[in-house]
């Protein structure tokens, strides 16, 4: 079977604007039978397809607002979830203007005390732990308990006192629609079906292989068996777009939202590491220590609930063994609209190479929806404690007044 665009969704042709534009082939992928075994047991909370999640945003929030903030290259709508008021009025200057001047508030605008926080997943199609970490995440703000009724008191309090939540549990629709599964089967230590449906296949069904898939962006369809969730349907790995040029409608989709919400910090939600742990993002070299404090917190958490390789927070929590990433869709973000852009790497469900206290370890899905709701916790809480981005970078010296004070 093929990954298809759905009915309601089907696939239009780009218009002006250059770049990239859609792909030929986009069904019929040759996918080996045996890559397409499904997990015997898929847990209810595992809600991970398109179609599933668009289900859920329509049946399950009410407290929060769903809004679709634009259109993937195949025609799929980018849905995200709103949560308490936006921030009002405007800065006095543009970002760069606002950093150029020595303070960012003439960027933020009036509203800069304002704590905004944004949750995206599914940039790769094929990475489900973050759609599933974010579906559970809205079920918590709904109810104040996950999809299995466990309760999150800390969280629910976290993002109580945050003003403003934004999430975006799928971005790259036409990645997850391609890689035809909800939960892909167990696969021991081998990770090479992962591999497969996130980075593609070449013609003969060998691995294009990470980091080779970004060799060639866009991709071409055409000269591959399959070509893995990391693009959308115009070829394109939106976290390594044509971020001044050319960018796709879901990178543009991104930065105009940021612009409006101007969010003090993002994470945005992969799958892809032996652990969960944080990147540390190409951003300005000022706000690196608020991400060594995001990251001291995540990974804290996440070692006392024995979700990393040792019991040893001194260890497990240290930033400097994080190095730093190249120019990417977060750079982009940090650039565009100043947040503290954080990207989260996940464990696949599919396969695990993992040692804990020396011992094969493996991650259930308990454990990955833990991580992940552990993940936007210690981010929450860190924004709340520590203020936002305007309080990251402090100027004592700034003049900058709100716009309504004169
Ligand atoms: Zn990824």
């Not at 407290?63 to 025609?75: D, F, M, P």
């Not at 559970?136 to 109810?143: I, K, S």
């Not at 006192?161 to 696969?187: E, F, K």
């Amino acid at each position: 079977m093929a990954a298809g665009a759905p009915a309601a969704f089907a696939a239009m042709p780009q218009k002006g604007r250059g770049g990239p534009r859609l792909q030929k082939k986009l069904t019929g992928f040759a996918i080996r039978p045996d890559y397409l075994t499904e997990a015997e047991h898929i847990p209810g909370f595992w809600v991970s397809t398109f179609d599933g999640v668009q289900r859920f945003l329509t049946s399950n929030v009410r407290k929060g607002t769903v809004r679709t903030i634009g259109t993937t290259a195949g025609g799929r709508p980018i849905r995200a979830v709103f949560y308490g008021k936006p921030r009002s009025g405007a800065g006095t200057s543009t970002f760069s203007g606002a950093l150029g001047y020595g303070d960012v508030r003439a960027w933020v605008g009036p509203d800069y005390e304002k704590k905004v926080y944004w949750g995206m997943a599914a940039i790769h199609g094929g990475e489900f732990e973050g759609i599933v970490g974010m579906v559970n995440l809205l079920a918590v703000l709904e109810t104040g308990a996950d999809l299995r009724g466990k309760r999150w008191p800390e969280l629910s309090a976290a993002a109580a006192a945050l003003d403003r939540i934004v999430l975006l549990p799928i971005v790259n629709g036409d990645g997850r629609s391609r890689v035809p599964l909800r939960m892909g089967s167990h696969r021991g230590s081998d990770y090479t079906v992962a591999e497969y449906f996130n980075t593609g296949g070449r013609p003969d069904g060998s691995l294009i292989g990470w980091p080779q898939c970004k060799e060639y962006i866009p991709l071409d369809f055409s000269k591959t068996q399959f070509p893995g969730g990391y693009p959308n349907d115009a070829g394109v790995n939106i976290q390594h777009d044509d971020f001044f040029g050319n960018p796709q409608p879901e990178t543009r989709a991104l930065f105009t939202l940021a612009a409006s919400e101007r969010p003090d910090l993002t994470m945005n939600m992969h799958t892809g590491a032996t652990f969960v742990h944080p990147l540390r993002s190409f951003i300005e070299p000022a706000l690196q220590p608020s991400f060594e404090g995001v990251y001291r917190s995540i990974m804290t958490a996440l070692t006392k609930a024995g979700l990393q390789a040792t019991d040893d927070p001194a260890k497990e929590a240290n930033p400097s063994r994080e190095g730093l990433s190249s120019f990417n869709l977060d750079s982009a973000i940090n650039m565009h609209c100043g947040a503290l852009a954080v990207l989260v790497e996940s464990p696949s469900h599919t396969f695990s190479t993992a040692k804990r206290q020396g011992q094969p370890f493996l991650h259930t899905p308990e454990h990955l929806v833990d991580a992940q709701l552990i993940c936007h916790q210690q981010a929450m809480q860190f924004l709340v404690e520590t203020g936002g981005r305007w309080r990251w970078t402090p100027n004592p010296r700034s003049k900058w007044r709100t716009p309504s004070a004169g």
